[in-house]
């Protein structure tokens, strides 16, 4: 206990935790001596409040060219299962938004083969016009790597093309665990985490504010797990641009990633914990009820996190590899998880703007 003592000192102080004391919360820290210290921590940067929002999740198709080990949501072109959304299809599913009391679209999907860089426009062209005060959150890092290949056009060039059309901010998937040997193992054919660093600096250049993820619980090590977040310290250092970060807990089920279970309660728990106390640049960690479930995202609270995510509505990723959370939330469900916490439930924007308006259900 002597050497806890000593790191929530030196955080409680204000001081950077290296990768060492980190790794050592991790294999040594007294479980709840960890969650109190972090909700300490959340507390003196956020005070009482929890955010959520009120989103809806877009997933255009399933049908990608990568084959990540630990995605049951991809399929090949052909394959049973497979699906792709034309924009009326999309533009159709989500007209009752504003009735709903939707704030956000958050759009995420498989590379297709055959789809031009154009659909993709034209699909937030469309969403924009329909929907015009509802912020679009759209495509991960790997997505705008691929439709730089797709249009022949530079990054910077992608992203103007896009914010053009509606684009806002960037959601943090694609992530996983930069460690090139994990990534060789798990999703051989996505970009480097190098890669994922530099088009998320791009793009905070170009003033898109993005999320950063991590996906944990597969074959990475712990101290895979601080060398990730290490890198998205630094690259938050240098461009202040992450808005959250959003630990995501692997499932195995119809995945080629063999392993007995799901990450335990307590590592999700732990692994919140530890990255509110590392990332000291990083104003929000995010508990993903999706892949945490609901009653451990609200156990996150006591342990560092300070943001519930959203409604969700037809969570299709997750689920495909066996979650057994519901596809999407009500507004009133997270708010009684939140207040049951002792917390008090704040609906924000997608930049973390508190908004005002009547609960809608
Ligand atoms: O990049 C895929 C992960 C991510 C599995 O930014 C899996 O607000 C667990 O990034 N088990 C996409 N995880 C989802 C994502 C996300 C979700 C919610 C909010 C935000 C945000 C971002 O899902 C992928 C991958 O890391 N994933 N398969 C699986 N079997
Ligand atoms: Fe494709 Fe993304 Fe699944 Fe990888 S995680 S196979 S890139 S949809």
Known sequence: ???????????RAGVRLTSAEALYLYEEGDFFALGKLAAEINQKINGETVYYNINRHINPTNICVNQCRFCAYSKQKGEDGAYEQCVADIINEVKDAEDLGIREFHIVGGLHPDWP?????????????????????AFTAVE???????????????????????????????????????????????????????????AHQSAIPTNATMLYGHVESFADRLDHMEKLRSLQDKTGGFQVFIPLAFHATNTDIRKKGETSAIDDLKTLAIARLYLDNFQHIKAYWVMLGEKIAQLGLLFGVNDLDGTVVKERITH??????????SEAYIRNAIISAGRKPVERDTFYNPVSGG???
């Open 1 to 11: 206990m002597k050497k806890f003592n000593e790191i929530a000192e030196k955080r």
């Open 117 to 137: 860089f154009e659909y993709y426009l034209e699909l937030l062209q469309s969403l924009k016009k329909e929907h015009p005060d509802i912020v679009i959150k």
């Open 359 to 361: 609960q809608h259900g």
């Open 320 to 329: 495909a590899a066996g979650a057994k959370s519901a596809a999407g939330l």
């Open 144 to 202: 705008i790597d691929y439709f730089a290949k797709i249009s022949g056009l530079n990054i910077p060039t992608v992203f103007k093309r896009l914010q053009a059309v509606g684009l806002q901010a960037m959601p943090g998937g694609g992530a996983e665990i930069f460690t090139p040997a994990i990534r060789e193992q798990i999703c051989p054919e996505k970009i480097s985490g190098a890669r994922w660093l530099e088009i998320m600096e791009l």
